[in-house]
């Protein structure tokens, strides 16, 4: 039998939600293309495309933007249980803990439905802000009803009303942030939930996983790399040693993507409103179109783009968020899609029971 190691190329199932080809930069998501979607519809609309197979009327999408607004709601048990974790317990266990502890008195269900994954996609951000804001011995920022999704998000972490031009960037990468096929989180909750266990223990297998600095690492690589240029003038100096020296450049280039990542293609029209308004993201636009020029000079016809890290490196950089709540913020995105695989597991559920191969000593005499 062929060593099969990660499960590298094993097709574990059918689904209809998203298609990701890295051959030819292909992202869609339910018959659309991601990119295109990230640009001309809000966070709500897509959510409710992955969850329904279709875009929403008009009706529908101010039904579910109401739902949302009603789901935020963060009771009073959970933020006593968030306020007693010490300090020191990572953000993404602090979701995990509380997505857990959700679980009992709200969603615990067999078989789970779409209001479960509407209230939990609408309680991660408010989750996130309020452990964040108590951390820093702020306030905290309650949700208001008439802000959507993204700028509810940014609201709650900074107080104030965001800016057009943000929460368009920011809704863009978190729809872009929604699917990508059956990734190792994605898996894992299906896993969890083929058990027949709930949502919330699903999504708490799916949060663990993207704990893990090898799927859900926040791009602070590319940040790093931003900070230590530092200026316009020190781009190209900075870019030549590293290459010189055979160094790689943070954000250029795909593990999947061969071609131009769509998801960088897409925060490209995205972020255009910030383009001469914040210092930050016109260094890494800078940059950007530098590394381009100069990987091109150096490694030349290999085609070395912008992957979606840089650019969700630049936004979120230039939105002055923390780096501590760059992984829980993908993961607010990705809860969509977590939630989608869910329900789709659950309409023609078989539990996941792959075979091994057994590589250790035999006892030392036969039956």
Known sequence: MAKVTGLEGVVAGETDIGLVDGEKGFLVYRGYWAKEL???????????????????SPKELALLKQEMAESRALPEYLRGMIDLLPASVPLMLVLQSAVAALGVPENASWPPTLKQ??????????????????????PVVE?????????????????????????????????????????????????????????CAAVCGSIGAMKGPLHGGAPSEVISMLEE???KENAEPWIRKVLDHKGKIMGFGHRIYKTKDPRAEALQIATQEMIGKDESFDLAIHVEHTAIRL??????????????EFYAAAILRALELDPEIFTPTFTSGRIVGWTSHILEQAGSNRIFRPQSVYTGPMPATGI
Not at 38 to 56: D, H, I, M, Q
Not at 296 to 306: A, S
Request: positive net charge.
């Open 117 to 138: 994954a509407v209230r939990l996609t609408a309680i991660l951000p408010v989750i996130i802000a309020y452990r964040y804001r108590r951390l820093q011995g702020l």
């Open 38 to 56: 990230a640009v001309s519809k809000c966070y709500e609309e897509v959510a409710f495309l992955l969850w329904n197979g279709r875009l929403p």
């Open 229 to 231: 240029i530092g200026t």
């Open 143 to 199: 949700p208001l009803a008439d802000l959507g999704h993204a700028a509810n998000y940014l609201y709650m972490l900074t107080g104030k009303v965001p800016e057009n031009a943000h929460v368009q960037a920011l809704s863009a990468y978190l729809i872009l942030c929604m699917e990508h096929g059956m990734n190792a989180s994605t898996f894992a909750g299906r896993v969890v939930l083929s058990t027949e266990s709930d949502m």
């Open 295 to 308: 990987l091109e000079e150096y490694k030349p016809g290999r085609r070395l783009f912008t992957n979606v």
